[in-house]
């Protein structure tokens, strides 16, 4: 943080102290050491209508080299002192620390207020209400403000039309390990807003060298991913409901071809046309207000991703840029064990049908279907067993009569011949 007031250091480092006293005394020590200076002043207006005045401090020159290292970067890496900002008030930059403040929820610690050097018996300072804060997503040192995203150029000479994001999380191998942050306090018209991310997504497709990684892949690390990094955008400023819906809809209107998926749609005749969102080379695009992320933290259910219906949604499902063919394959899979039981269901009632339509076998009594061995036989006749064993006797009957026909006919003969009969060749 460059630019910060004690109550935002304060919230920032030590939420548990009693007031931002402790933190003013810090800042007057590192101001007498040439660290930081107040270069200004800005204002702030409580929820009980009160207008509060603070001193805006800023690192100096010194100040960046002191904080480089620690944080184990170049100081060229640290940027400017921002002192120009503060004295006009830093606005912005002031949401800034708010909004980063809120994503990084510091955990309340209990601590001892300072104690005025006095003779006056010290006064026993009041108890202080510790509030339990949501998860955060820190710690402090995993953000990095006014990082220059060249589209071209490089990052300490960007071109013209690079920008500059607000914030950049990094911690790798973390549930969210890279997040880009915009704070919008509504003094731009949308269309401004939504070129910043149109040059988001012109910056994160840039090479390194031709045929190379991608630039930003060079600067953090992130999973492998057919999706780009993912851009929140917290808005700050107070108005109603319908009116911050409206423009972070509009918002969403002017640059949905950076992340709007392409719809991958199902064919099969059989089924309704179900199908899912491929974010293939799209920049995830998350948003809330600054309020609600305050009270319920960034891990709770306030993001709306563009696209999507729901409007509180948690951050880890947010950025899931696989809930769509999830879905759709969890429809996909119901769809086919829907199938399965009706296919099951209409077997049974087929077959409780034959059976209802069956017959015992006058002859043996086993049941006779009307499809039986495809021929459809009259209804009340015999199996099919017993026809071919009616068949089969039929056939023999036929064959013994032949058999005995001819018998007959030759014991005729015979008789007809007298003796001569049973000479050999006479029949």
């Not at 009041?126 to 949501?134: F, I, K, S, T």
């Not at 999507?308 to 879905?327: C, H, I, P």
Request: glycine share 8%.
């Amino acid at each position: 943080m460059k630019i910060a007031t004690a109550a935002q250091l304060r919230d920032l480092t030590c939420p548990g102290t009693a007031s931002a006293a402790t933190v003013r005394g810090g800042c007057k020590d590192l101001e007498a050491a040439g660290m930081v200076i107040s270069a200004g002043r800005t204002s702030r207006v409580e929820e009980d209508g009160r207008r509060i005045t603070e001193k805006l401090w800023s690192l100096t020159t010194l100040g960046l080299e002191a904080a480089a290292v620690p944080l184990e970067r170049p100081v060229r890496e640290m940027g400017g002192t921002a002192r120009s900002a503060a004295a006009s008030g830093a606005r912005h930059a002031v949401k800034v620390t708010d909004t980063i403040a809120a994503f990084v929820q510091a955990p309340v610690e209990e601590t001892e207020a300072p104690v005025a050097a006095t003779r006056a018996r010290p006064r026993t300072a009041p108890a202080v209400q510790l509030r339990e804060r949501p998860a955060g997503l820190g710690p402090l040192a995993a953000w990095t403000t006014e990082v220059t995203l060249p589209v071209g150029g490089t990052f300490g000479a960007p071109v013209k039309g690079s920008l500059r994001a607000d914030a950049v999380f990094a911690l790798p191998d973390t549930a969210v390990p890279l997040l880009f942050l915009e704070v919008d306090n509504g003094t731009e018209p949308p269309s401004v807003l939504a070129d910043k991310i149109r040059r988001y997504r012109k910056f994160f497709v840039r090479t390194a060298t031709t045929g190379g990684p991608v630039l930003w892949r060079t600067v953090w690390e992130a999973p492998v991913s057919r999706v780009h990094p993912p851009v929140a955008i917290v808005f700050t400023k107070r108005m109603g409901t319908e009116a911050m819906q409206t423009r972070m809809r509009r918002v969403a209107e002017l640059c949905q071809d950076e992340w709007l998926g392409m719809r991958k749609v199902d064919y099969d005749p059989k089924v309704s046309r179900d199908g899912y969102f491929d974010y293939q080379g799209r920049v995830p695009v998350v948003v809330t207000h600054l309020d609600r992320l305050a009270e319920l933290g960034p891990h709770g259910p306030i993001w709306w991703r563009y696209g999507r219906k729901a409007r509180e949604e948690t951050l880890a499902v947010a950025l899931d840029s696989t809930v769509s063919e999830r879905g759709f394959r969890a429809r996909e899979a119901q769809r086919k064990r829907e199938a399965e039981v009706l296919e099951a269901a209409e077997q049974l009632e087929a077959e409780q049908r034959r059976e209802a339509s069956a017959w015992p076998c006058p002859s043996c009594g086993k049941p006779v279907y009307p499809d039986d061995w495809g021929t459809r036989p009259d209804p009340g006749s015999t199996c099919y067993d017993c026809q071919r064993a009616d068949a089969e006797r039929a056939r023999q009957q036929r064959a013994d009569g032949e058999a005995a026909a001819e018998q007959a006919e030759y014991e005729r003969q015979r008789r007809a011949d007298g003796w001569l009969g049973w000479l050999p060749g006479r029949h």
